[in-house]
DNA sequence: GTAGTTCCTGAGTTTGTTTGTCAAGTTTAT
DNA sequence: ATAAACTTGACAAACAAACTCAGGAACTAC
């Protein structure tokens, strides 16, 4: 039960995004570099994120990434849905290649009311998060905002 | 974020044990059938629980694997750690490949926190489960016991 | 038209799942 | 006692899926 790189890596730049950038589009090459993420893996993770219109882009010169809606707006959840795809938050309400109706069958299945129960548990406290809680935490941890970056390495 | 096989073939079959069988030793070839699962893959998620104290076992005719302790000592956060391995939760507190003093470096782990968090909320679900709990389940719910499976077949 | 980006497709590597083979231990029947 | 049948135990090969990264095409600003 590891959670997938794609959450972990998305959303910490999608953190990165509202803590540093507010609404200037941002390079993936630039989160990549703070967030020590691969370039290339953050760019498939992106898209994701933008077809579940989380993100928007812009291309060429002075484009990138910029948030599709306000930090308050994105929850955890959505986030994780977007990167996971498959929706699946735990993963198993039994019917994993059609066995769904076997597992009704035997009725043997206890076991769904457990994963179901964690994953309304995981549901709802991603769904109490959004962007902007997490960048209330990182304030009241004290995090360094990198503003202006992009102009510190022209000078 | 998919729970693995192992954790959910686990419980499933430790389950269908306890309500089913009891004390008795019972052969993986019974418990795959009725719970539809491969027998050769049972069998080593079964040397895990075995390994971790969850279940014994015996060979030879009447042989098979029993629960080691009572179903009320035998939780569901043990069953997943048993089945998992690696016992981690969510799995991430940052420190993937000995990335975690780069994570402090950055500071920018916020979403560190939340994934212990997440962990922790599981954690505590988890371990107010156990196999007794389940099988009290499983009776509200009515399933049907298999027991004597055994003699059906040799009338 | 040139440089800086995102966007699309694919390839290599790892991990998870399944199946196969044979050895070791136990019970039962002869 | 001895053989036969049954069951776990250990190992490894085959198969599938997912993770990670890379190359080049498409687009946009200047």
Chains 1, 2 share one sequence.
């Not at 993100?55 to 306000?70: E, M």
């Not at 990167?83 to 735990?90: I, Q």
Request: aromatic share 10%.
């Amino acid at each position: 039960m590891r959670l997938s790189t794609k959450s972990r890596y998305g959303l910490r730049a999608l953190f990165d995004m509202a803590y540093n950038a507010g609404n200037l589009p941002i390079q993936v090459k630039e989160i990549s570099r703070r967030q020590n993420i691969s370039p290339r893996y953050l760019e498939q993770i992106f898209q994701r994120f933008k077809k579940a219109g989380i993100l928007k882009s812009k291309k060429g010169p002075q484009g990138g990434y910029f948030l599709a809606k306000r930090p308050e707006e994105i929850t955890v959840q959505a986030v994780m849905e977007a990167a996971e795809g498959d929706t699946l938050l735990v993963a198993c309400t039994c019917d994993n290649t059609g066995e769904g109706e076997l597992c009704e069958l035997d009725g043997n299945c206890v076991t769904q009311q457990v994963w179901k129960e964690a994953a309304d548990l995981l549901h709802d406290y991603f769904s109490g998060l959004n962007l902007k809680t997490l960048c209330e935490r990182g304030q009241a941890l004290g995090l360094k905002r990198e503003s202006n970056h992009k102009f510190m390495y022209y000078i």
